[in-house]
């Protein structure tokens, strides 16, 4: 499984849009759809933002890079 693909599965499982995703992570939407798209290879930095707002492990999440 891709980046991408995790992050939208564990955001839909937590009943979160890309918009209160982006919120919470200080991500853009529009940047976390690129990524759960495949359009966007996400920066370090990017996935720690996320999982750390998905209270999912990082470094489980930067391995799928």
């Known amino acids: 499984m891709k980046i991408g693909e995790k992050i939208r ?3 839909e ?4 849009t890309r918009y209160m995703l982006g919120k919470k992570s200080g ?3 529009w940047a976390i759809a690129e ?5 966007r290879v996400p920066h370090p930095t990017t996935v720690k933002k996320i999982a750390d707002a998905l209270g999912y492990d ?6 799928l890079i």
Request: hydrophobic residues 35%.
């Open 13 to 16: 499982s937590e009943n979160l």
């Open 58 to 63: 990082y470094d489980s999440l930067f391995s």
């Open 35 to 39: 990524i759960e798209e495949g359009k």
């Open 9 to 11: 599965e564990i955001r």
């Open 27 to 29: 991500v853009s939407a």
